[in-house]
C-alpha cells in the first residue's frame, strides 16, 4: 500500500512563506494526478492545487499566483511553495494522489499550517 506522508507545515505571520512537502512510500511517477487539499475548522475540504503527471497544473480561485505546485517524477516528492500567505490560508492542508489503474485515493494524514496577524 503505497503511503503519502506531508511535511512542513507551521506557524508564520501574514505575507510569509512555507514550503509543503508531499512524501511518497513509493514512486511519484505512479500518481497520474496529484494534489493539495486543505481543510478550515468548519469548512468543507477545498482544492489548493493539482499537478498531473506530465506537468499540467490547476489552481483553486484564491490562489490568485501565490502558490507554486511542482513534482519529481524520477523521485518521491511533490512540492506545495506558498507565499503572501493571509490568515485565511489557515488550515490542515493534506496530500493527495490517483494512482495509474486505480480508483482510489491516497491520503496523506495533513500537515497544520497556521497565519497569524
Do not use: H
Request: aromatic share 10%; charged share 15%; hydrophobic share 35%.
Amino acid at each position: 500500500q503505497v503511503q503519502l506522508v506531508e511535511s512542513g507545515g507551521g506557524s508564520v505571520q501574514t505575507g510569509g512563506s512555507l514550503t509543503l512537502t508531499c512524501t511518497a512510500s513509493g514512486s511519484i511517477a505512479d500518481f497520474r494526478y496529484m494534489a493539495w487539499y486543505r481543510q478550515a475548522p468548519g469548512k468543507q475540504r477545498e482544492l489548493v492545487a493539482g499537478i498531473a503527471e506530465w506537468g499540467t497544473t490547476n489552481y483553486g480561485r484564491f490562489v490568485a499566483g501565490r502558490f507554486i505546485i511542482s513534482r519529481d517524477n524520477a523521485g518521491n516528492t511533490m512540492w506545495l511553495q506558498m507565499n503572501g500567505l493571509k490568515p485565511e490560508d489557515t488550515a490542515i492542508y493534506y496530500c493527495s494522489g490517483n494512482r495509474v489503474g486505480a480508483v482510489d485515493t491516497v491520503w496523506g494524514p495533513g500537515t497544520q499550517v497556521t497565519v497569524s496577524t
